[in-house]
């Protein structure tokens, strides 16, 4: 039952830029890293012996900043193309459950995140290849920096899509959002237990993957109160 | 033209968008609570948090919400018609997107003046003893207040095009996320409108200038891109089909 509700979710996105952010995100990120290698290789190279992992580090300043703020725009553009010709009420009149109707956004949003998180890997590889950073490939690093964060990230993805769907004013998520933001920005100087510093993989222990494992854990749950008071609230 | 800006104001008076402001106050108290750079050497402990807090304020803060307030003031519009509504009545187009824009510049003013108490209460909690420096702060407040001008001009010219939030947000997004590179550069850092806001509020910038970076800077960037963002948008929302 939940697949066709998946299907229409993604014939809703068509032709809407959906596909286009997806794309924008991790393209914006390593372009950002071209500009700056391209401009001060020299001196970025003498950084850090770990030519690979200091080049990593500089794409992770912007990873987390990116899967942020696309989550909050995905999530408001889910959301408003229901609210905006009042599909709500006649989505939910369907003979669907509202929790998989949840569901279906939910898995829909976690889809592209998740292909920009493997575009991301693609992106930051190439170029990397190309930079002449050295022979040993980090593969395992380099495959942390790049779906890491996603998994991370699925609390702020939980949270947002539950304000974002039961918000009639868009304002209010997208203003979360943007303070989000600021937060995921500030993350050397939050402490661990906040959920926008999990992107950025850094924490006490020192092991990026717990970071993915809260994100998954709170992200279930986070994602379980969202459809939870959904399906109790009133569509108006 | 008056009435036009009152009508406008009484849409917002008494929604929850007011309350919008106050996140400004209330990012600039974490951003000065929660970090400090140390001793970088400043005269001062109150630069010391000026420029801290500037930097993250106008980076990324100030650019992003003043977006989010150009959606909100074309959200009534795009409810239900409003377009219709507003443009049958005995006004022109051209006065509805000024006084939508006056209004808008008006409220980030007032977001500028919270935030301003902000970094008193900042330094206050932190119990900075001495003078506050409103000589060097009004001029932060001013400036990142001035160098929003090309900005809100653009993001009302997407606001009104676009009926989602989503969507304007997206374009706030992509042009303002690489400010964190590009002021760094020398180079380019003043010839991008969305670094302006940092550069106009950085009170590290140079001393001589009135308003951190020098006037040819500010008529160049700030006032070219506001005259082709408005005039965009101006001459858009005159051809734009309701």
């Known amino acids: ?236 | 033209m008056i009435s036009v800006i009152s009508s406008e104001w009484y849409k917002l008076r008494k929604s929850k968008v007011l309350l919008l402001l106050l996140v400004a106050p209330l990012v600039g108290l974490f951003i000065g609570m929660s970090s400090s750079l140390g001793d970088i050497g400043a005269i001062n402990p109150w630069y010391e948090k000026l420029v801290m807090m500037n930097f993250t304020y106008a980076v990324l803060f100030l650019p992003l919400i003043s977006g989010v307030l150009a959606s909100v003031i074309c959200r009534y519009e795009h409810q239900k018609g409003g377009w219709k509504q507003l443009l049958a009545l005995p006004v022109t187009r051209g006065k509805v997107f000024l006084s939508k824009y006056v209004l808008l510049l008006l409220l980030i003013f007032v977001m500028q003046l919270l935030y301003l108490v902000s970094i008193y209460l900042v330094g206050m909690i932190g119990g900075i003893t001495e003078p506050f420096p409103m000589d060097i702060v009004w001029k932060t407040i001013v400036g990142g207040w001035m160098a929003t001008f090309p900005l809100i001009a653009l993001q009302l010219w997407v606001s009104i095009a676009f009926k989602s939030f989503a969507a304007p947000f997206a374009i706030n997004v992509i042009f303002t996320l690489p400010t964190i590179l590009v002021i760094n550069s020398e180079r380019f850092g003043p010839y991008y409108p969305w670094g302006q806001p940092f550069l106009m509020m950085n009170i590290g910038g140079s001393a001589e200038d009135f308003f951190f970076v020098p006037w040819d800077q500010i008529l160049m960037v700030v006032g070219g891109s506001f005259l082709l963002f408005f005039i965009g948008g101006y001459l858009y929302f005159q051809r734009k089909a309701i």
């Open chain 1, 1 to 236: 039952m939940i697949f066709p509700l998946i299907q229409s979710d993604f014939l809703k996105i068509k032709r809407k830029g959906m596909w286009l952010l997806c794309l924008i995100g991790p393209f914006g990120v390593v372009a950002l890293q071209m500009v700056n290698y391209g401009v001060r290789k020299d001196y970025l190279f003498e950084q850090m012996d770990d030519r690979w992992l200091y080049y990593l580090l500089n794409i992770n300043t912007f990873t987390p900043l990116a899967i942020v703020l696309g989550i909050v725009i995905l999530t408001s553009f889910m959301s408003s193309i229901e609210d905006e010709t009042n599909a709500w009420k006649q989505l939910v009149a369907l003979p669907v459950s509202k929790r998989s109707v949840y569901l279906s956004k939910f898995t829909v949003i976690s889809c592209i995140l998740f292909l920009s998180s493997v575009l991301l890997f693609l992106f930051v590889f190439g170029y990397g290849l190309t930079l002449g950073l050295g022979e040993d490939i980090p593969y395992l690093r380099l495959m942390e920096y790049s779906f890491l964060p996603f998994f991370a990230a699925l609390p702020v993805l939980g949270l947002q899509l539950w304000v974002a769907t039961i918000s009639k004013n868009q304002a209010i998520p997208v203003t979360l959002g943007v303070i989000g933001v600021i937060f995921a920005y500030s993350a050397p100087l939050l402490p661990d237990w906040m959920i926008w510093k999990w992107p950025a993989l850094s924490n006490d222990w020192g092991h990026a993957y717990i970071n993915a494992l809260l994100g998954i854990g709170f992200g279930v749950l986070l994602y379980l109160l969202g459809m939870v008071d959904f399906k109790r609230r009133d569509v108006k």
